[in-house]
DNA sequence: CGAGTGATCAGCT
DNA sequence: GCTGATCACTCGA
């Protein structure tokens, strides 16, 4: 098997979307393993991307190393967290949509107070922020870093991934691409819509 | 299903 | 410097 960093550094974003399916993503203490992704392409190939009409003051990090976080606000409210990939110019990046408690469940269900079962804890990108308490603060960091206060650490390959189209992009914007990666045995824990 | 939230950026002036 | 469209979403009806 490749190394994990290799797989992050790969020029295609679902290799290194693969890699970070079942990964860990910790933060103060939280830690939870990622049930699902989305892979998203530089170099202009996908419209999809926050990379796509070039690099600006917004995505600069996108454009840096891989292995580091991309942290955005978006519709107002919610702090969404990627994963840069590819070689460095490439801005690839991975999207984390969803993710498993492993600990402190208490904390997190402050975090959340609105969730009303734990399958709304982490089950959507906006929604995993908020439960890691990721912000505009954490974009940037090394996440390979230990001593980086948020954590990226490879999990066991996933078994069985469930392929499907990303979410919330209009058509013409990549939306037909079979880029958004489940692990089929953590379904309790995945967005909907529920792929197939 | 619709409302709501605010940063970002292209395209103007 | 301003405006308006856009946005990879969530919550409560």
Request: charged share 20%; with cysteine.
């Amino acid at each position: 098997m490749r190394g994990f960093f290799a797989a992050l550094s790969s020029e295609d974003p679902l290799e290194s979307a693969r890699a970070v399916l079942g990964a860990t993503i910790e933060h103060e203490g939280i830690r939870c393993r990622i049930v699902e992704v989305e892979a998203y392409s530089g170099c202009g190939r996908d419209p999809g991307s926050h990379s796509h009409r070039g690099q600006t003051k917004r995505n600069a990090v996108m454009f840096g190393p891989p292995g580091h976080s991309y942290v955005y606000f978006n519709y107002g409210m919610y702090w969404l967290l990627n994963v840069v990939c590819g070689p460095v110019g490439r801005a690839n990046a991975v999207l984390l949509r969803a993710a498993q408690p492993l600990n402190e469940l208490e904390t997190v269900r402050d975090r959340r107070p609105k969730a009303r079962t734990d399958h709304d804890l982490m089950s959507g990108p906006g929604r995993l922020g908020q439960a890691l308490g990721v912000t505009g603060a954490h974009t940037g960091l090394c996440l390979l870093d230990p001593s980086s206060p948020l954590r990226l650490r490879p999990g066991e390959p996933v078994e069985r991934v469930i392929v499907g189209t990303r979410i919330g992009l209009a058509e013409g914007k990549g939306h037909d691409l079979p880029w958004r990666l489940v692990d089929a045995d953590a379904l309790a824990w995945v967005s909907k819509p529920h792929p197939k």
